[in-house]
């Protein structure tokens, strides 16, 4: 993690934007040690959270795209690159069918639902208005709550990162 700490702390809001957009890199750890930057006055959180939010709907409105256009085989490959290749389709599906859209304030807290989502929103046909609202508003809180987290605890962010044998 210290590496991660001096990554974010050495290029800020550029982390913060390319890992939503895509970098290997685990999201909601960087959220959180960014969230802690912000407890020290280092980040600005309106900055962190419109770019996690725009970052995140960015891809994921490509993602949509994609399943609008190539259907199942788009959602597919979402699946087999997810944490929970097995689960994500019956996931995705189900939430869709129960839930529509409204299952994407809760999609990037859900194993498997979180890669499948975009595509599967795309897939049943949603409006892209109505798909980037509803994205919006779940990447908002998810952001939220990894930001909220680094700047409750950022004392306990800065201890562990400076006790860790592997920082």
Same mark, same amino acid.
């Given at each position: 993690?210290?590496?991660?700490?001096?990554?974010?702390?050495?290029? @800020?809001?550029?982390?913060?934007?390319?890992?939503?957009?895509?970098?290997?890199?685990?999201?909601?750890?960087?959220?959180?040690?960014?969230?802690?930057?912000?407890?020290?006055? *280092?980040?600005?959180?309106? %900055? %962190?959270?419109?770019?996690?939010?725009?970052?995140?709907?960015?891809?994921?409105?490509?993602?949509?795209?994609? @399943? /609008?256009?190539? @259907?199942? !085989?788009?959602?597919? *490959?979402?699946?087999?690159?997810?944490?929970?290749?097995?689960?994500?389709?019956? *996931?995705? *599906?189900?939430?869709?069918?129960?839930?529509?859209?409204? !299952?994407?304030? %809760?999609?990037?807290?859900?194993?498997?639902?979180?890669?499948?989502?975009?595509?599967?929103?795309?897939? !049943?046909?949603?409006?892209?208005?109505?798909?980037?609202?509803?994205?919006?508003?779940?990447?908002?809180?998810?952001? @939220?709550?990894?930001?909220?987290?680094?700047?409750?605890?950022?004392?306990?962010?800065?201890? /562990? %990162?400076?006790? !860790?044998?592997?920082?």
């Amino acid at each position: 993690m210290g590496h991660l700490v001096e990554l974010i702390n050495e290029h @800020g809001y550029a982390v913060v934007l390319v890992e939503q957009m895509g970098l290997p890199v685990p999201a909601f750890p960087v959220l959180i040690v960014a969230g802690a930057l912000v407890a020290e006055g *280092t980040l600005s959180a309106p %900055v %962190v959270l419109a770019l996690a939010i725009a970052a995140a709907l960015a891809g994921d409105l490509l993602w949509f795209q994609l @399943g /609008r256009r190539y @259907g199942r !085989s788009v959602l597919a *490959t979402m699946c087999r690159l997810s944490w929970t290749p097995d689960g994500c389709a019956v *996931t995705a *599906t189900g939430a869709f069918r129960r839930f529509g859209l409204k !299952s994407l304030l %809760v999609a990037r807290f859900v194993p498997g639902l979180a890669a499948a989502a975009p595509s599967m929103a795309g897939l !049943s046909g949603h409006r892209r208005m109505h798909f980037a609202a509803y994205d919006a508003a779940g990447g908002a809180l998810w952001a @939220g709550a990894a930001v909220a987290t680094g700047y409750v605890f950022h004392r306990e962010v800065d201890a /562990r %990162v400076i006790a !860790s044998p592997f920082a």
